[in-house]
């Protein structure tokens, strides 16, 4: 990272497309991934760590956006809602949270996905109380939490499993 006038030059890796980027000192991840790189699947709710709408993956663990500076992110590896998609098809998470009623609104539903995903993959059978507790960060006015956690233990049952090569 390199400081220029109140500017930050960065390199980031975002769903496997490396970005060289000068932004602003003062701008979140969530701002860069939503303004400078257009990928809108990232929401802003609170804008203060509360809500879990902004979660993305960084370097393997799930983080708010909008509380990481995009200087922090230098040399990172950032997954959004959009890189979890495979050749246009979506994957088993995305499905199976259409499957089952849990998007509703679909607010909250990147957030989710993403902080579920980050569960499955440090951990590819949880328990339904791992699940409550790795989607404990994320709220959702819409479906009362079961069809999310239904979805969740889906996928874990199925063949389809949604593990990745990291």
């Known amino acids: 990272m390199k400081r220029e ?43 203060i760590g509360e809500c879990g709408a902004c979660t993305v993956i960084m370097n393997g663990k799930s983080v708010a956006s909008c509380l990481v500076l995009a200087a922090e992110v230098d040399g990172a590896q950032v997954r959004t809602v959009e890189g979890e998609m495979r050749d246009g098809e979506l994957s ?13 609104c679909g607010f909250c ?23 409550v507790e790795a989607i404990a960060g994320n709220l959702c006015r819409c479906t009362g939490y079961e069809p999310i956690v239904e979805a969740i233990e889906a996928v874990i049952t199925s063949k389809d499993s949604p593990r990745r090569s990291t």
């Open 109 to 131: 539903t990147p957030g989710m996905i993403m902080s579920a995903q980050e569960l499955l993959e440090r951990n590819s059978n949880p328990s339904r109380e791992e699940i």
């Open 92 to 104: 088993a998470l995305q499905k199976a949270f259409i499957e089952h009623g849990a998007t509703q």
């Open 5 to 47: 006038n109140n500017s930050v030059k960065i390199t980031v890796t975002v769903n496997g497309i490396e970005y060289r980027e000068t932004v602003p000192a003062h701008t979140t991840l969530l701002q860069f991934l939503r303004e400078k790189l257009l990928l809108t699947g990232t929401k802003e709710g609170c804008g």
